[in-house]
């Protein structure tokens, strides 16, 4: 099993950053891939940044520049910081493990940016 635990979401005025942090525990395996998704209300959940366990990242045209994506295999971790935030990065955030060919999220994290 694995488990996914998000935090750092919360309420923010436009411009100001904040960092989301996702814990892994369980049968992660040392190669994996995770993510960072968003869903908006009334949109689909959208992946806005990933990264390998390798160091590899790629990130959503909508962030790129503004979000970065890291991790910490030490700690079984993986950050997002997000600057420049803009009300139409209010969604709620899901982190995403990739391992086998199987995904595992967590419950989300709410984000929200007030103009």
């Known amino acids: 099993q694995v488990q996914l635990v998000e935090s750092g979401g919360g309420l923010v005025q436009t411009g100001r950053s904040l960092r989301l942090s996702c814990a892994a525990s369980?049968?992660?395996?040392?190669?994996?891939?995770m993510g960072w998704y968003r869903q908006a209300p009334g949109k689909q959940r959208e992946l806005i940044a990933a990264?390998?366990?390798?160091?590899?990242?790629n990130y959503a045209d909508s962030v790129r520049g503004r979000f970065t994506i890291s991790r910490d295999n030490a700690k079984n971790t993986v950050y997002l910081q997000m600057n420049s935030l803009k009300p139409e990065d209010t969604a709620r955030y899901y982190c995403?493990?990739?391992?086998?060919?199987?995904?595992?999220w967590g419950q989300g994290t709410q984000v929200t940016v007030s103009s």
């Open positions: 369980g049968s992660i395996g040392r190669i994996n891939a």
């Open positions: 995403n493990l990739n391992r086998l060919g199987n995904q595992y």
């Open positions: 990264i390998t366990s390798g160091g590899t990242t």
